[in-house]
């Protein structure tokens, strides 16, 4: 290895860049009140200011883009450097996902906080699928009717997956529906500019909506967070910070194995069932977050007899590396767009974000009011944030009017991972099987719908069994009226 050659150290000078464009946009947020209030997080501003510049970059400099040009060898019409970003935004996906996975929480649910975290679980999946419809039904007219060109029937999907999950699912299933037996050119550049959009309307919508609020004197200012204490750094009987081995050099063992295995789990079964290959790898965070489930439960077993002495998880450090991987994630994710690209489809992708923004605000906004009277505008807040950006979005939108997280909308947030991603895997399938074609499309669009009305029956079932029991209620009383004035006729003749 030569270490004066410029691709040795290609893949570092991508990373600082992304970092520097993280340090200052916190500089810049700081410094301008008007950044600061529009709560925009700092990865997303990074990624668009990367992102003007790597588009100069390319009108500029013979059809190369920012990063490209850390990598001088490559063909034109070559992309190396974005390549590389892409990398990133698929691993850290993975890696985010564990890390938090990882985390242990001591707090016991109530049966009524159980039943909220769930409502909140089917929310979520809920609104992945009015984003589903929307994106269909749109992507379905634009190529039968208005025959647009580079795109596919199933294309709209990418709408539940940018709003809803957010930069890395966007890319990953961009991709996959850019693969020859698909069709589709530059999926992943597509549902990138979908999660990049969706940052924008969860951010505007969410001021909006806070202003909104103060106005009319529903909430005040943004209270002072709460200081730290050690318990929020660390537990009790955890293994000290410094030894033979760091104790963060310990949780980064721990998500990178756990990572690694999964690929291994990815490889072998993507080798035995080849046709659930791009699915598979479409799930490296999934299949990541079910592995963290025994290996807690191993861990917990293995310090209950004794054989551990001491807590291996730092709660405060796997939050941190979740938070590294998801800020490197977006910044990554929103610098890969190819705005060149997006020519033929831009008016395609501003429709899907104003009809997918209108959708998720009046569908969250009707859940909200309906099942969580007590903390409405907290628990909105929180899961607009998430189906339009990601789950930080929905926390600082949240922030804003409940700085100490006195509400359950924060912990409603976390919990309600496990059941969304149990009801929402069907989804994950369906996508794909769409992309083959405008009757899988529209099949696809039909087991949605009814999976979606099955889902809000059940998610709006106090609520609608409440008025049955009420009916019936009242007509046994109409009923038992009856009775008494036939049989008062009855003692009368």
Same mark, same amino acid.
Not at 119 to 138: A, E, K, R
Not at 248 to 269: E, R
Not at 326 to 344: E, K, R, S
Not at 457 to 466: A, D, P, T
């Given at each position: !290895? ?42 997303? +501003? ?16 013979? *059809? ?26 698929? *691993? ?14 001591? /707090?016991?649910? @109530? ?35 208005? *025959? @647009? ?28 529906? =850019? ?16 999660? &990049? ?25 943004? =209270? ?19 030894? =033979?081995?760091? /104790? ?28 659930? /290959? ?38 405060? !450090? ?9 800020? !490197? ?15 033929? #489809? ?30 409405? #505008?907290? %628990? ?10 990601? &789950? ?23 919990? %309600? ?23 899988? =499309? ?16 059940? +998610? ?13 209620? @009242?007509?046994?009383?109409? %009923? ?14």
């Amino acid at each position: !290895m030569d270490s004066s050659a410029f691709s040795t150290w290609a893949f570092v000078i991508i990373i600082a860049i992304l970092l520097a464009a993280l340090l200052l946009t916190s500089i810049l947020k700081r410094l301008i009140p008007f950044l600061n209030k529009s709560l925009i997080p700092s990865s997303v +501003l990074g990624g668009i200011i990367l992102l003007i510049i790597s588009t100069i970059v390319y009108y500029c400099v013979d *059809h190369k883009y920012l990063f490209d040009l850390f990598y001088p060898q490559a063909e034109v019409g070559i992309h190396p450097g974005m390549n590389v970003l892409e990398m990133i935004t698929y *691993h850290c996906l993975g890696i985010g996902f564990i890390a938090m996975g990882m985390r242990t929480n001591k /707090k016991k649910l @109530t049966k009524q906080r159980v039943g909220e975290v769930v409502n909140t679980g089917i929310t979520t999946v809920s609104g992945y699928f009015v984003q589903v419809i929307i994106g269909l039904v749109v992507t379905l007219v634009c190529v039968e009717a208005l *025959h @647009t060109s580079g795109l596919i029937d199933a294309s709209g999907i990418l709408l539940a997956f940018g709003f809803g999950q957010g930069t890395g699912q966007a890319l990953n299933y961009g991709n996959i529906f =850019s693969k020859p037996e698909y069709g589709m050119e530059g999926g992943g550049n597509f549902g990138l500019t979908i999660a &990049a959009m969706g940052f924008l309307v969860a951010c505007i919508v969410g001021v909006i909506y806070i202003n909104v609020l103060r106005r009319k004197g529903i909430v005040k200012v943004k =209270s002072e967070e709460e200081k730290n204490t050690l318990l929020d750094y660390e537990d009790e009987n955890e293994i000290p910070h410094v030894a =033979s081995l760091d /104790k963060f050099t310990v949780q980064v063992a721990v998500v990178f194995v756990i990572y690694a295995v999964s690929y291994l789990i990815m490889w072998g079964l993507g080798t035995l069932i080849p046709f659930l /290959k791009n699915i598979l790898f479409g799930f490296n965070f999934l299949i990541g977050v079910l592995l963290t489930i025994p290996v807690k439960a191993v861990l917990n077993k293995l310090e209950a007899k004794g054989v551990i002495k001491k807590k291996i998880v730092n709660n405060f !450090m796997m939050a941190r590396i979740g938070g590294f991987a998801f800020d !490197m994630m977006i910044v990554a994710g929103v610098a890969a767009i190819q705005i060149p690209l997006l020519n033929n #489809h831009w008016w395609v992708l501003v429709i899907l974000a104003v009809l997918g923004g209108v959708g998720t605000y009046l569908y969250v906004f009707f859940v909200c009011k309906h099942l969580f009277p007590a903390y409405r #505008h907290e %628990q909105f807040l929180a899961m607009f944030g998430m189906l339009t950006g990601t &789950a930080s979005t929905g926390m600082i939108l949240l922030r804003e009017i409940d700085g100490s997280y006195r509400t359950p909308a924060s912990e409603n947030l976390v919990f %309600q991972n496990l059941p969304a991603m149990v009801l929402g895997v069907p989804l994950m399938f369906l996508a794909e099987y769409a992309a083959k074609g405008m009757i899988e =499309s529209c099949i696809t669009l039909a087991i949605v719908v009814v999976y979606g009305v099955a889902l809000n029956v059940f +998610l709006f079932r106090s609520k609608i069994f409440k008025r049955r029991r009420r009916a019936a209620q @009242t007509e046994d009383g109409a %009923q038992g009226a009856e009775t008494v004035d036939d049989t008062k006729e009855n003692d009368g003749q």
